[in-house]
């Protein structure tokens, strides 16, 4: 009996994942970083109308990577910013971006920064925070917006 409830309990969890594992693949539960460069992000920015959100990480940094597997994956947090921002996540200690590090003045690991269109920052934060507090880290930026 106890073997069948196990068996049972455990195609019940299949099954109550294969949807999330599904629509995770295609892309609509988390968020999609699409832009590659912070050049890149300026352009796409520019023709879109939209605010720039900035993933500013280090490879060897565990909150960062925390972020990745867990808030970015947030369902409401991936909705929010794919579709109302630019999203693109930034080594900070590869190529140019160190030369940005310094001059957006960052101290730590992760940072999120929102920017305007022209790359003038609007709103940033320091350390892990969970999938509830980037939609509202989110929210409070395009409140923002509307009052420029």
């Not at 109550?16 to 599904?22: D, H, L, R, W, Y």
């Not at 590869?94 to 709103?123: C, E, H």
Request: charged share 15%.
């Amino acid at each position: 009996m106890k073997i069948f409830l196990r068996s049972l309990v455990c195609l019940l969890m299949l099954s109550c994942n294969a949807p999330v594992s599904m629509a995770q693949n295609n892309g609509s539960s988390q968020i999609n970083f699409t832009a590659t460069t912070w050049a890149d992000a300026l352009k796409q920015a520019a023709a879109q109308n939209k605010y720039i959100f900035v993933d500013a990480y280090a490879t060897w940094c565990g909150p960062c990577k925390m972020l990745k597997a867990t808030s970015f994956k947030n369902g409401k947090a991936a909705a929010l910013f794919n579709q109302n921002f630019v999203n693109v996540a930034l080594d900070m200690e590869k190529g140019s971006n160190p030369q940005l590090a310094q001059q957006w003045g960052m101290r730590a690991y992760p940072t999120l920064i929102i920017f305007d269109s022209k790359g003038k920052i609007v709103l940033n934060t320091v350390g892990f925070i969970s999938g509830k507090d980037l939609v509202r880290f989110g929210e409070e930026a395009l409140r923002r917006q509307k009052t420029i």
